[in-house]
């Protein structure tokens, strides 16, 4: 199928952004950014698609022209780069950080005294505090001098025997963090997170399944490195979904195959949506590989039951898709209790011998989330369940290539799946820090969730787990055509506005995806206190007045 347009010259010099749909409204990608007055054409290979164009505001890379004497301009890059987006660390937390930093500088000028950075799940940056535990046996494995005198450690800095006794452990398994270990990790940490697992499932883990990363991000883009094999790729992903699985996919020259959440069923699995996604992607020739689950889910915060697990886990066996589970939330847990996919599939295997033998699953688990919030340490892990051992092995080689994750973020790992035990000198002020962290993220959760309720326009799913609520904003007409004159979206406008009146950073439900005709934005609720949940309050009285 060929098209042909001629667009008319625009009177404001703004760029148009082409964009691929289907006649069920769901977006496939931008394909290219195009002037006013120009002649385009290009193939399709589906007839079932539809073309649109929609004015844009310039981005920071459109107003910037490039050194022509380079070597390198924005134009003969990898242009996977350029397509790639990555909405939690976009334009408002580049501006919310221009505002810190003028507070900082002594700025009077804004109309706010503090800037909240609620647009990613970053706890130490919102004063959550490190566990004790942890932190005194990474200073022991980063400076191993301080053995020498375990009398001093106890008597005048409150290090334990167990402290002690752990970071030997640790680094008679690694001999120094400053070395290399293991591509797949130290053997002896790896021990310990199959432990971890057989006691959280009841199901055996083997440890030469384990593959330890920096964060739970590395192990996405090695597994989806492997996975997609071709332009045709299609990875399924829920939709809204954490924007590092289509950013990636957008690197990857993969496809994106969007599955939506049923807001109204508390942010669940609607499967009837998720097969209706996988039949359009077979008709336009998607070769469909895998599917992601994030549960708990970002960014709505959703606990799937075991029945939604299952679910899942059907349709993988049924059209043969490796199962991402994204688990990295899974102690963020409010309402009933976690079931990991690992645990749901052993059980389905017991309940049908033969039916979901050949289910390829892998989990993937952090020290960035829960009540350990280390992001910047960069540990987490995955373990493949079901895999052909051949392609296992492209895996371990894949990984060899970085060498090693941070040996540091391995001790920290196997702190967090190996904590002090009951009995154990360190046990209860481990207990204490640990359900002082979880109350106060449960607290914060409900409060932020009462806000919403008074909020004009405004409707928020109960909290159930992770960091984050997903609210749906419903924005009056004035709100929306004043975006359109900016040329953005109007989620986008009402959080830059919110931004520039209170400081408070969220991320546009746009940057997640969303269906058509809906707004929300996407807020975490670590940032201790209120004062900052009152001023999203009055805000949107204000902003909803003024463009009403």
């Given amino acids: 199928m060929s098209w042909q347009f001629k667009l008319a010259s625009s009177m404001r010099a703004s760029p148009l952004r082409a964009c691929v749909t289907r006649p069920n409204g769901l977006l496939l990608r931008p394909t290219a950014r195009i002037a006013g007055g120009l002649s385009v054409s290009g193939t399709f290979e589906h007839s079932k698609l539809t073309i649109t164009w929609v004015e844009t505001a310039p981005t920071m890379t459109q107003t910037k022209r490039s050194n022509s004497n380079k070597c390198l301009n924005v134009d003969n890059i990898n242009p996977h780069i350029r397509a790639a987006k990555y909405a939690v660390r976009g334009e408002l937390a580049v501006k919310a950080e221009e505002y810190r930093q003028?507070?900082?500088?002594g700025d009077k000028a804004l109309p706010f005294d503090s800037v909240i950075f609620a647009n990613i799940g970053n706890p130490q940056q919102l004063d959550q505090k490190p566990i004790t535990f942890f932190r005194q046996v990474l200073s022991l494995v980063e400076n191993p001098l301080l053995l020498e005198n375990s009398d001093a450690l106890k008597t005048s800095f409150g290090y334990n025997q167990d402290v002690i006794?752990?970071?030997?452990?640790?680094?008679?398994?690694?001999?120094?963090?400053?070395?290399?270990?293991?591509?797949?990790?130290?053997?002896?940490?790896?021990?310990?997170?199959?432990?971890?697992?057989?006691?959280?499932?009841?199901?055996?883990a083997n440890p030469q399944d384990l593959f330890l990363t920096a964060g739970a991000s590395s192990g996405v883009n090695t597994l989806l490195s492997v996975i997609c094999n071709s332009p045709k790729a299609g990875v399924l992903v829920p939709i809204p979904q954490y924007p590092l699985y289509t950013a990636t996919l957008a690197l990857l020259n993969a496809q994106c195959v969007p599955y939506y959440l049923e807001e109204q069923k508390a942010w669940g699995t609607d499967i009837n949506a998720m097969y209706q996604s996988i039949k359009d992607?077979?008709?336009?020739?998607?070769?469909?590989?895998?599917?992601?689950?994030?549960?708990?889910?970002?960014?709505?915060?959703?606990?799937?039951?075991?029945?939604?697990?299952?679910?899942?886990i059907d349709v993988a066996a049924e059209e043969h898709l490796v199962?991402?589970?994204?688990?990295?939330?899974q102690t963020n847990v409010f309402e009933g209790e976690f079931v990991s996919f690992k645990k749901r599939l052993r059980q389905l295997q017991q309940e049908h011998p033969g039916k979901y033998d050949d289910v390829e699953l892998v989990s993937m688990h952090s020290t960035s989330k829960g009540m350990v919030g280390e992001c910047g340490h960069?540990?987490?892990?995955?373990?493949?369940?079901?895999?052909?051992?051949?392609?296992q092995e492209q895996i371990y080689k894949l990984v060899s290539i970085g060498l090693c994750p941070p040996v540091v973020a391995q001790c920290l790992l196997e702190t967090m799946v190996n904590p002090p035990r009951e009995g154990e000198p360190s046990h209860e002020l481990y207990q204490k820090e640990y359900n002082g962290i979880r109350d106060g993220l449960r607290k914060r959760a409900f409060a932020l969730y009462?806000?919403?309720?008074?909020?004009?326009?405004?409707?928020c799913q109960e909290p159930q787990g992770s960091m984050y609520l997903f609210p749906t904003?419903?924005?009056?007409?004035?709100?929306?055509?004043?975006?359109?004159?900016?040329?953005r979206a109007a989620d986008e406008f009402y959080c830059l506005r919110l931004l520039?009146?209170?400081?408070?950073c969220v991320v546009p439900g746009s940057g997640f995806g969303q269906k058509e005709n809906t707004l929300h934005f996407r807020t975490t609720f670590l940032a201790p206190g209120t004062d900052w949940v009152e001023r999203i309050v009055k805000f949107h009285a204000d902003f909803m007045q003024k463009y009403r």
């Fill in 102 to 105: 003028r507070l900082v500088d």
């Fill in 165 to 204: 006794d752990r970071a030997k452990t640790l680094l008679a398994n690694v001999q120094s963090v400053g070395a290399y270990s293991h591509s797949q990790g130290a053997p002896g940490i790896r021990n310990s997170v199959a432990k971890f697992i057989e006691e959280r499932d009841g199901y055996p």
């Fill in 281 to 312: 992607a077979k008709a336009a020739g998607t070769d469909l590989r895998a599917v992601v689950v994030i549960n708990p889910g970002n960014p709505t915060g959703a606990s799937l039951s075991a029945d939604d697990i299952k679910q899942v």
């Fill in 323 to 329: 199962v991402i589970a994204d688990e990295v939330y």
């Fill in 378 to 391: 960069r540990g987490g892990y995955f373990e493949l369940v079901g895999f052909d051992p051949l392609v």
């Fill in 450 to 459: 009462d806000a919403f309720q008074r909020m004009e326009g405004v409707e």
């Fill in 473 to 487: 904003i419903k924005l009056p007409n004035g709100a929306i055509e004043a975006a359109k004159a900016e040329g």
């Fill in 500 to 504: 520039e009146a209170t400081g408070v």
